[in-house]
């Protein structure tokens, strides 16, 4: 019962355009979205979060976009760089407590030059 | 900044054997969490601490156990290794929730059940 779903294990993005990572959830529950990012052999970092009562979050060139009705939300990274190379994995929890993470499978970017 | 370490960073080890996993940090959250990560599944939880003494299951919490005798170490152990206990295993620590940013992550075990 996979309750936070990335579809798309990898991705090939050109160097400058538009990288676009998606995650569906199934869970109502869930109220707060993350989104981590993996380098090989180090864990994964932080990157960008929103929370339920809003659907947009930027931070420089990463932007989270939240639909709530349909339960899906976005990574949006423009212009993609050479850097942005590495296993996205989103997240997903409801506030309070523990914090407890669900995460998706993750998905493999691959920015060409 | 390594305000949490993992330790050891590669094992090998028989199967049946015990093994112990061990995560430190300095930053003094109150929650530590264990995940496994493998292909096709992402990060999957297997147990967290809420306090010192205070711990839980997660969802694959089945063949492991976790102490947490002091705020700033938290062990994973595998009472008897199975090779399906072969993973890359992280530790997280994290503050109340609230924050904004989540875990931070130690840089994993790879564990081979041989």
């Known amino acids: 019962d996979q309750q936070v779903k990335q579809n798309s294990p990898s991705l090939s993005v050109q160097e400058g355009r538009i990288s676009i990572l998606n995650c569906d959830y199934t869970n109502s529950m869930f109220d707060y979205f993350l989104w981590y990012k993996k380098y090989p052999a180090e864990g994964p970092t932080f990157l960008i979060s929103i929370s339920s009562i809003k659907d947009k979050n930027e931070d420089g060139r990463f932007t989270v976009f939240l639909n709530k009705s349909a339960k899906h939300l976005s990574l949006h990274i423009v212009p993609s760089q050479p850097g942005d190379s590495a296993v996205y994995f989103c997240?997903?929890?409801?506030?309070?407590?523990?914090?407890?993470?669900?995460f998706g499978q993750g998905t493999r970017l691959t920015i060409n030059p | 900044d390594a305000g949490i370490t993992q330790s050891p960073r590669h094992k090998v080890t028989e199967t049946g054997t015990p093994v112990t996993l061990r995560c430190h940090q300095t930053e003094n959250h109150r929650y530590m969490y264990w995940y496994r990560q493998d292909p096709g599944h992402g990060l999957r939880l297997i147990h967290y601490s809420y306090g010192v003494k205070d711990t839980d299951k997660g969802e694959v919490s089945d063949g492991y156990s976790v102490s947490r005798s002091k705020t700033e170490d938290f062990l994973l152990t595998l009472e008897s290794a199975t090779s399906s206990q072969t993973s890359v295993y992280f530790c997280a620590i994290s503050e109340e929730t609230g924050a904004g940013g989540g875990y931070t992550f130690g840089s994993g075990t790879r564990l081979t059940v041989v």
């Open positions: 997240a997903a929890s409801s506030r309070g407590g523990a914090q407890k993470l669900v």
